[in-house]
């Protein structure tokens, strides 16, 4: 199936320009010469890349060139797979079948062939509308050995929505996930999805102790209280009047007990750390929250940290820093989403570490 998009030429080369250039999924490897491991990451949930391209993307392309990641992490793409009605879906190729989606999909594949990201290749994972989906964007350099698209780690498989994206590296493996939300109603299947969701996120961490993990993206949780602006407000957010039967469940999807405490069981069994609370103990009512609610309305300077990077214990010393990009009421840093880019920084390993020890 097709997954892979390779960036147009360059100007000025004789070679038609291609907006995608498929290549199989077990195939990854390149001419080009591998610099080692990534070590340098960031996450973004964009609210639709697209928009982004069109009307933010000269200040989102300063970050990109000023922090110079080695793995960009994108969830809620908002970009159609490929398929016409009655031919199956092809999960990993942008929709180009009409007038509008071919449009899109130039615009997408022009932004994505330009400096800085001209220097990487884009794998993607999408649904079958404009919802949700993610993108792995990573330097040529430090290409994965392997690229998967669900939990189970099986060739042919993608995640419903496209919320999954695993690369596998040589010494660790990254995932970028987009967790579902939770909702607010038990009958409207978001709390059981939420349920089912966090179950299969605690067996793949537990079935993949055999090597580091690196796990970022929209995870739709802010864990403790110090991870929300407004605790007491969050905990008594209600829609609709509406009270759910477990008390658990009541409360700001995202901050309700059931999921927190879920979380922190993902966290403790799979021996997995917060790498962004790991290094900010203390609460930072500026800079310390990923998502934000919208200027206008209730949710006025209302936020909460739901972007994170979840790294193995064997990762713990190698991490340098961890930072939100964005701050303020007004959204500044946000690039046009509600969630502002999350960075990591890990050291280089050292030789003959515990880390390698555990990857052989």
């Known amino acids: 199936m097709k997954r892979f998009f390779k960036p147009v030429e360059k100007e000025g080369s004789s070679k ?3 907006l995608s250039q498929p290549e199989k999924e077990e195939d990854v490897s390149l001419s080009n010469e591998n610099k080692g491991e990534p070590s340098k990451f960031m996450t973004w949930n964009a609210n639709s890349f697209l928009l982004r ?6 200040e989102f392309t300063k970050l990109v060139t000023s922090f110079d990641p080695d793995v960009i992490a994108i969830q809620e793409v ?20 009409t007038n509008s989606s071919r449009e ?29 989906g993610t ?9 994965p050995k392997k690229i998967f698209f669900n939990l189970d780690r099986i060739a042919s498989k993608h995640e419903p929505d496209g919320r999954v994206i695993l690369a596998e590296f040589d010494t660790f493996r990254l995932l970028n996930t987009y967790a579902p939300n939770n909702g607010w109603k038990e009958e409207e299947n978001s709390f059981p999805r939420r349920r089912k969701w966090d179950k299969r996120i605690l067996e793949f961490v537990l079935q993949s102790s055999d090597k580091p993990l690196i796990w970022c993206g929209d995870l739709n949780v802010s864990h403790e209280e110090i991870d929300v602006s407004h605790p007491e407000f969050y905990s ?34 799979g021996k997995l750390i917060d790498a962004y609370r790991f290094l900010h103990k203390e609460k930072d009512m500026e800079r310390g929250f990923s998502w934000s609610g919208n200027p206008i309305g209730k949710y006025r300077g209302k936020r909460m940290r739901i972007d994170y990077f979840i790294v193995s214990e064997q990762l713990k010393d190698r991490i340098t820093a961890c930072e939100m990009h964005g701050q303020g009421i007004e959204l500044e840093g946000f690039y046009g989403s509600d969630h502002c880019p999350v960075t990591l920084e890990l050291s ?11 990857s052989m």
């Open 16 to 18: 038609k320009p291609s």
């Open 53 to 58: 391209v069109k009307n933010n993307w000269p």
């Open 78 to 97: 908002r970009m159609p797979a490929a398929g016409s009605k009655g031919a199956p879906k092809n999960p990993g190729e942008l929709k180009d079948d």
């Open 104 to 132: 899109e999909k130039q615009i997408l594949m022009r932004a994505l062939s330009s400096p800085p990201f001209a220097n990487y290749r884009v794998w993607w994972s999408l649904a079958d509308s404009k919802y949700a």
């Open 135 to 143: 993108a792995l964007i990573v330097k040529k350099c430090f290409q």
């Open 236 to 269: 008594a957010a209600k829609q609709n009047g509406y009270v759910p039967p477990n008390k658990e469940d009541c409360g700001q999807p995202g901050f309700t007990l059931a999921e927190r405490r879920r979380f922190g069981t993902i966290l403790k069994e």
């Open 348 to 358: 280089q390993a050292c030789p003959n570490s515990k880390q390698d020890e555990v």
